[in-house]
């Protein structure tokens, strides 16, 4: 029997225009002989948050790592703002508009606040929102409170704000967040979910990698998920919350 699935994207908005940004078809890629990404492949709308969801070991993290090119992909392409990106080197990748935000929140852990975001700073792009440590302590208040702190004296959500504040100094297009949620506080991923819309309200575009339901549902237009490589389901996020046999065969614990 075929796993349910909803391969239709979602409908627009009346009034909104909607074109792809990011296009992945055909995505394979290994961990030494261990075969990850098989055959993946999704798209991502213009101006959308959209969930990547699966449980541990589904393959969320490589799907990011292989579109920023840390895990070479052995096929298939990857097409962002219709220019293929598969084989660049990541640095290439960040500045045609990609920012990554891994799950192990790599700040520099002896240089402070302002040294860490001034490290990532890139020049404005015409097509992309223009960030700048003030308007980042707009968005991220308790960052503005702790400019001279050294990112090994933070906590790990402020240290996950810091990551994300240190890319957005890029000024990306595209934002790839790897479990955003993942071990904070409820009072910090309440935080974090304010963030991710404030962002999307920017103009940028998000991929978040995500395990809780409940959280993605609150930032989320649409929903992939991923099982043993591959996607088995896209769709709404209402779509997926109405559908509990894709749930529970691909989501629960």
Known sequence: MSAPSISAPARPREGI??????????????????????????????????????RNGAGKS???????????????TVTFEGRAVQGREPFEIARLGIGYVPEDRRV????????????AQRPARSDAPHWTPERLFALFPNL?????????????????????????????????????????????????????????????SVLISEQNLHFAGNVADRAAIIEKGMIRFTGTMDEL?????VRTQYLSV
Request: aromatic share 4%; glycine share 12%; proline share 5%.
């Open 144 to 204: 503005g409170r702790m400019r001279d702190r050294p990112g090994g004296a933070m906590s790990g959500g402020e240290q996950q704000m810091l990551t994300i504040a240190r890319t957005l100094m890029g000024n990306p297009k595209l934002v790839l967040l790897d479990e955003p949620s993942e071990g904070l506080a409820p009072v910090i991923i309440e935080e974090m979910a304010k963030t991710i819309l404030a962002l999307k309200a920017e103009g940028l």
């Open 62 to 76: 490589t799907t990011m790592k292989a579109i920023m090119g840390l895990v070479p992909p052995a096929g298939g």
């Open 241 to 245: 919350k109405a559908n509990e046999a």
């Open 108 to 119: 520099f852990s002896e240089l402070s606040v302002m040294e860490n975001l001034s490290v």
């Open 17 to 54: 225009k909607v074109s792809a940004l990011l296009e992945i078809v055909g995505l394979d890629a290994y961990y030494g002989r261990a075969y990850i990404l098989q055959g993946l492949g999704f798209t991502m709308n213009r101006g959308e948050v959209l969930a990547l969801m699966g």
